[in-house]
DNA sequence: TCGTGCCATGAACGCGCTCTCACGGCCCTA
DNA sequence: TAGGGCCGTGAGAGCGCGTTCATGGCACGA
């Protein structure tokens, strides 16, 4: 009795390759094939392999798989960014179930990394040596040095919104710039004229292609495009850009805000400043996140499918391993405005 | 030329154990004891081997080391749930830095599973087959069958929140007994008397244990536990049960809430019937989320660290990994009430 | 001086799988 | 009837490590 338990230098349990072959009764290279979904397997041994697998409750071992296959079958999620403020966001909430739902059913596993930038270097030689097959990489900055070095190593990389830096990464993102301009006609079309905008941060593709969309918007309508306060992802800066604005134009009639999030702060200054919305000021946000829906009043917003975001980038990643060709380098995703009380 | 494209059957690049043995004069042995930090290696050789690592940029294999160690060298975070509704959570972000965090340094890889209850079966054979060396588990409903049967087939687990099921898992959840009982007090030492509560869903602990707390409150102020409406985590089912404590009891002037998200709806309805917060209606949410302090008025609220409790989870992990005894089966962190305008 | 440990090291086996290679059976064509 | 494909299959090497096991050097006490 004390021997079992002093010995027992557990190696994991489970059935092996061999197993299944023997009860099939074929060979392991034959279940290897079945396994892999492999030509030359008679329909017959094909079953045998099958029900061998679901009676033994087989599961393939990863690491002998990877070893030998000299591929990881996982890939890599990589969030590059300070402080892990991407996670709470829905926005990452959304791309990981997409990501997650094109991952099912096939063998491949998710390995979720945050690095900050002081830790890239560790990271760059951790995946240089073949522990994931590819990245897809959602950065808090646009212009992060970590996809162009991912690339330099040789690894597929998709990335989530257009990176600004110089080169060419592969990347998925929504149409931002439309998302703006659909904002903007939609306010001209309610007969607003002083149309501003609180525009994301600069450094980021997102920021800048609301504020160009915008831009081109007010361009068609022959209107000035002169009220611009910029903020970051966080309610209070967005009431401070609207105070902003507010002191340089009293008679500002709308606003197009490039994050819903930003709108919550817009909202409490023009509440607080004793404007009405929409009837003083109209106000469009952008993500339709759940905050648009119970915000006061509810948020006339641009919607982008971020889980669709999720899914288009593991199919592209996917797709680049499977080497497929004639791949897109980059996707952009419809948006559309979902019209509430705010416009 | 022609030849080498054709071939180039590339196995990834990168250093092997044997490249570095022989630059740092030893044998693979020796490198294999200095990457594992083993006893017996004279301070020359180990020396030998690091500068020789940091100089090939040398990372071990994890599969191969997986093969031969038989242990996964990863650890899996489980989210169980119908629809990935946690992802979007701060609470589940704020965990998932805790965990990161806590991981960092150490070898270990976090793979990322979110499982529906139908694909529990196949989550379970493939971890039975030893693809991760323990869990973390994130679940919806408290009596979720998984954390038992994950334990049953002797991976070592730590849940998150204390799980409703029979038998006993290890878990880490806040102090939601407390935190309640402290909301409550609070609401009393401001003179409230008709205190009524927006419980959590029945089937999770943190709904039940916050509302024990809210009752325990009133029985030690002796007033009357009478008012209790329950809701799940979103601002409309706030709203509902908000409605209905006022049709209820019109006299209301407190309420505890169950969580920060379901109070929105809580003060939605409370502005939409005209009742002043806090003056004619005191709010007390929980969790301290962004959400808390950029609603209207700002929400008094008890905060529990959520980044605390993912790394009190992992490290309760790791120690039952590294075979420490002593380790506390479950443990509870504390929270603090977080003072605002709405109480 | 010779043993008896303890420390430091290297050789070699094997983890569980994929992949290459070789082989044999079958059908088709000459 | 003989030859050439193509399909289906199995044997076996080896992926890159961890992990015994054996060995040798050195300090210590006898």
Same mark, same amino acid.
């Given at each position: 009795?004390?021997?079992?338990?002093?010995?027992? $230098?557990?190696? *994991?349990?489970?059935?092996?390759?061999?197993?299944?072959? *023997?009860?099939?009764?074929?060979?392991?290279?034959?279940?290897?094939?079945?396994?892999?979904?492999?030509?030359?397997?008679?329909?017959?041994? $094909?079953?045998?392999?099958?029900?061998?697998?679901?009676?033994?409750?087989?599961?393939?071992?990863?690491?002998?798989?990877?070893? @030998?296959?000299?591929?990881?079958?996982?890939?890599?999620?990589?969030?590059?960014?300070?402080?892990?403020?991407?996670?709470?966001?829905?926005?990452? @909430?959304?791309?990981?179930?997409?990501?997650?739902?094109?991952?099912? %059913?096939?063998?491949?596993?998710?390995?979720?990394?945050?690095?900050?930038?002081?830790?890239?270097?560790?990271?760059?030689?951790?995946?240089?040596?073949? !522990?994931?097959?590819?990245?897809?990489?959602?950065?808090?900055?646009?212009?992060?040095?970590?996809?162009?070095?991912?690339?330099?190593?040789?690894?597929?990389?998709?990335?989530? %919104?257009?990176?600004?830096? @110089?080169?060419?990464?592969?990347?998925?993102?929504?149409?931002?710039?439309?998302? %703006?301009?659909?904002?903007?006609?939609?306010?001209?079309?309610?007969? *607003?004229?002083?149309?501003?905008?609180?525009?994301?941060?600069?450094?980021?593709?997102?920021?800048?292609? $609301?504020?160009?969309?915008?831009?081109?918007?007010?361009?068609?309508? $022959?209107?000035?495009?002169?009220?611009?306060?910029?903020?970051?992802?966080?309610?209070?800066? %967005?009431?401070?850009?609207?105070?902003?604005?507010?002191?340089?134009?009293?008679?500002?009639?709308?606003?197009?805000?490039?994050?819903?999030?930003?709108?919550?702060?817009?909202?409490?200054?023009? !509440?607080?400043?004793?404007?009405?919305?929409?009837?003083?000021?109209?106000? +469009?946000?952008?993500?339709?996140?759940?905050?648009?829906?119970?915000?006061?009043?509810?948020?006339?917003?641009?919607?982008?499918? +971020?889980?669709?975001?999720?899914?288009?980038?593991?199919?592209?990643?996917?797709?680049?391993?499977?080497?497929?060709?004639?791949?897109?380098?980059?996707?952009?995703?419809?948006?559309?405005?979902?019209?509430?009380?705010?416009?």
């Amino acid at each position: 009795m004390d021997v079992m338990t002093e010995i027992d $230098r557990q190696r *994991r349990p489970g059935p092996r390759i061999e197993e299944v072959a *023997r009860l099939a009764g074929v060979s392991k290279s034959t279940v290897s094939r079945v396994i892999n979904d492999e030509p030359y397997v008679s329909a017959r041994a $094909r079953d045998a392999v099958h029900t061998a697998i679901t009676h033994l409750k087989y599961s393939p071992n990863q690491a002998a798989r990877s070893l @030998a296959g000299s591929k990881a079958n996982a890939i890599a999620l990589i969030v590059s960014e300070q402080s892990g403020r991407v996670l709470g966001d829905p926005f990452f @909430a959304g791309m990981l179930r997409g990501v997650h739902a094109e991952l099912t %059913g096939r063998q491949i596993q998710l390995l979720l990394m945050l690095s900050q930038p002081e830790g890239h270097d560790d990271l760059l030689t951790y995946l240089a040596s073949g !522990h994931a097959d590819g990245a897809l990489l959602v950065s808090l900055h646009g212009d992060d040095p970590l996809p162009h070095r991912l690339q330099e190593i040789g690894l597929p990389v998709v990335v989530a %919104g257009r990176p600004l830096g @110089a080169g060419s990464v592969p990347f998925v993102d929504s149409d931002n710039f439309t998302g %703006g301009l659909d904002a903007v006609r939609h306010l001209v079309s309610l007969g *607003r004229t002083r149309i501003a905008t609180v525009s994301g941060p600069r450094d980021m593709a997102a920021g800048l292609d $609301r504020l160009s969309g915008w831009r081109r918007g007010l361009g068609e309508a $022959r209107l000035p495009a002169d009220l611009v306060a910029e903020a970051d992802f966080t309610p209070e800066s %967005g009431a401070r850009a609207m105070t902003e604005l507010l002191d340089r134009a009293p008679d500002v009639d709308a606003v197009f805000v490039a994050a819903d999030i930003i709108a919550l702060g817009v909202l409490q200054v023009l !509440h607080a400043r004793g404007k009405r919305v929409p009837e003083d000021v109209a106000v +469009v946000g952008f993500d339709d996140s759940l905050l648009a829906s119970t915000a006061t009043p509810p948020l006339t917003t641009v919607r982008q499918d +971020v889980e669709q975001l999720g899914r288009t980038m593991t199919w592209r990643l996917l797709g680049e391993l499977a080497g497929e060709d004639g791949l897109p380098p980059s996707l952009l995703l419809p948006t559309s405005l979902v019209r509430r009380a705010s416009a």
